[in-house]
């Protein structure tokens, strides 16, 4: 996949990404419930968010998708291969929501999921940065850009939980 690829429209469910095992995900088999992307790192102070995330999968599943972007750009807190990520995540977090292959969420080599989810211009909501490890981003189920949380907003805050319910 091309990184630099133009987003086709102002959705997200044009966008390409692999899953952590190299198969693409189709966003688009997701309209009709919320996503909630997450840059994820196994070896960050807040690795151990992976229980909550796992915890709000777990209750709200039936509207919700979390996805974790694995991403090694900072502190170099993700520089395990696919297989080393998945099993970490498994033994240690119980994680089986879905992973995409480690991808760059700022900077030249931006994923385009992340230019979408960073830049007005294409969410049509609102411009961001990511700044650290397990920043999320919370969709709606048309695909529409809700808000943006910062590392330090537990998965399992009211702030998330009230637009899940």
């Not at 960073?118 to 609102?126: A, I, L, P, R």
């Not at 999320?136 to 537990?154: A, N, P, T, V």
């Amino acid at each position: 996949m091309d990184i630099n690829q133009p987003v086709k429209d102002s959705t997200i469910y044009t966008i390409e990404i692999n899953a952590l095992n190299g198969n693409p995900i189709h966003l688009d088999k997701f309209k009709g419930k919320k996503l909630l992307f997450v840059n994820v790192a196994s070896k960050c102070g807040y690795t151990k968010q992976y229980g909550p995330l796992q915890k709000l999968q777990d209750a709200f599943g039936d509207k919700l998708v979390i996805i974790g972007c694995p991403c090694n750009q900072f502190g170099s807190q993700e520089p395990g291969n696919a297989e080393q990520i998945k099993d970490f995540c498994e033994r240690n977090y119980g994680v089986n929501f879905l992973m995409t292959e480690k991808l760059e969420v700022k900077g030249d080599q931006q994923h385009p999921l992340y230019q979408w989810l960073t830049k007005k211009d294409k969410n049509g909501n609102k411009s961001s940065n990511v700044k650290w490890n397990f920043q999320k981003y919370l969709l709606d189920e048309k695909g529409q850009l809700l808000e943006m949380f910062e590392s330090s907003i537990d998965p399992l805050s009211s702030k998330i939980t009230d637009f899940l319910k």
